[in-house]
């Protein structure tokens, strides 16, 4: 990055005239393109493809740090799917967007461009967690706390020794049962911890990702508390893999998957809805597909090579987890999936008979397993890459303070 302020390096002026640019192409097509004319709005969607490109390379012209190349990476593909939502699936134009003028109006678009969640709106996506206060000074109180919090444990997470090389070596990694049968005990609780640690990363990023962003909307009145609710959902509901992805986990890329999902499956291969299980399992697929491919750019930026990304086999892994889980639920009588036949009703004796707890124990435990069994095909490519960790953070405090802490009790 050139000396002096990086907000005026040429990868960051760059990165801000394409987004302007992005912004306001967007903006024009849903106010002054009618719905019905889909081919102008496509075309649209194809530009705002390439100025997708474009931000991505002027990103990684203004900063070479590998962890916020593989965040940003990622990011601008989740506002160009919520754009081609808005444009061309939805194709909300200047009635549906209200405003006293037209750059009222233009603002309004794009503040629901950038609401992944669609918040407050007819299209918000299921399972949102409830505001907790609509009090402005307990909201911000309560966020303060929760992200000085969030950024300490980061912190010490991150500030740890780099696993051994031996522990990531791509057979390390492996998903067959006869490789994973000569793991030896340490091999194997280095998966389960390392593949947890890193979703509790994830988890402690994202939080204050969105945190930095909500505390300064609220502070300001630009939002309301009831504009900002949790990012997450409560960790005692990821008793299944379907409720771990679509109620625990954030939901911040549901509404620009499930849409292009629904229109792959509707449209492109119309299946007919009718057809519960073909149509049900196609959305499901590509849903996970287009977030595999989502997250693939993103360990490509942070310098995993193609071969070794693993993000689209992890992700359609988890659709697959999910049909197995649909499957047993099905033949036990429980859950969404469950069926009417005679393996239904003998399983749903068995269930019937079992705690209401030991089904959640057992929820847990399989989610846990299933986690450290699919994970390290993911992450271990990047922990091989041998990023950095200490760079991710910008200001470190968990390492100086337990200094002054050790110095603190020797004196």
């Known amino acids: 990055m050139p000396s002096g302020s990086p907000w005026l390096a040429p990868g960051a002026l760059a990165f801000g005239a394409t987004e302007v640019a992005f912004l306001a192409l967007y903006a024009t097509t849903v106010l002054f393109v009618p719905s019905h004319a889909a081919l102008v709005r496509l075309t649209a969607v194809v530009a705002l493809f390439a100025l997708t490109y474009m931000l991505q390379d002027a990103f990684f012209q203004w900063t070479s740090n590998p962890h916020w ?39 309004r678009a794009i503040v629901l461009l950038l609401n992944q969640r669609r918040i407050g709106t007819i299209w918000q996506v299921k399972n949102v967690p409830p505001t907790t206060t609509s009090s402005r000074t307990t909201f911000l109180r309560s966020r303060l706390a929760t992200t000085l919090l969030a950024y300490l444990a980061l912190d010490a997470l991150t500030s740890g020794p780099t696993p051994p090389a031996a522990m990531i070596a791509p057979q390390k990694q492996t998903l067959l049962p006869a490789q994973l049968s000569t793991l030896s005990r340490a091999d194997l609780t280095f998966r389960l911890s390392s593949s947890l640690l890193y979703w509790l990363s994830g988890f402690l990023l994202l939080l ?9 909307l609220v502070a300001t009145g630009l939002s309301s508390p009831h504009d900002r609710p949790p990012l997450f959902g409560a960790l005692a509901d990821a008793y299944s893999l379907r409720r771990c992805w679509g109620a625990v986990w954030h939901q911040c890329l549901r509404r620009g998957l499930t849409a292009h999902a629904d229109f792959v499956a509707d449209r492109v291969l119309r299946i007919p809805r009718g057809c519960t299980l073909l149509s049900r399992y196609a959305r499901l697929f590509a849903a996970f597909g287009l977030s595999g491919l989502v997250h693939h750019v993103c360990v490509r930026a942070m310098g995993v090579p ?79 890459v041998g990023t950095d960790p200490e760079i991710l953070l910008p200001v470190r405090v968990a390492r100086p303070l337990v200094g002054m802490l050790k110095g603190f009790v020797r004196a």
């Open 69 to 107: 190349r593989g965040f940003t990476a990622a990011s601008l593909p989740v506002q160009l799917m919520s754009a081609s939502d808005i444009i061309f699936i939805t194709r909300l134009n200047s009635t549906a967007i209200r405003g006293r003028t037209i750059l009222h109006q233009a603002y």
């Open 208 to 216: 204050l990702v969105s945190n930095a962003l909500a505390l300064p």
């Open 306 to 384: 193609p071969a070794e990304s693993g993000a689209l086999v992890f992700f359609l892994l988890q659709a697959l987890g999910i049909v197995v889980e649909d499957a047993v639920q099905a033949v036990c009588g429980v859950g969404r999936a469950a069926g009417s036949g005679a393996g239904a009703g003998a399983g749903r004796g068995l269930f019937a008979r079992m705690n209401a707890g030991l089904r959640r124990g057992i929820g847990y435990v399989w989610v846990v397993a299933f986690v450290a069994w699919s994970s390290p095909t993911w992450f271990y490519a990047q922990s091989r």
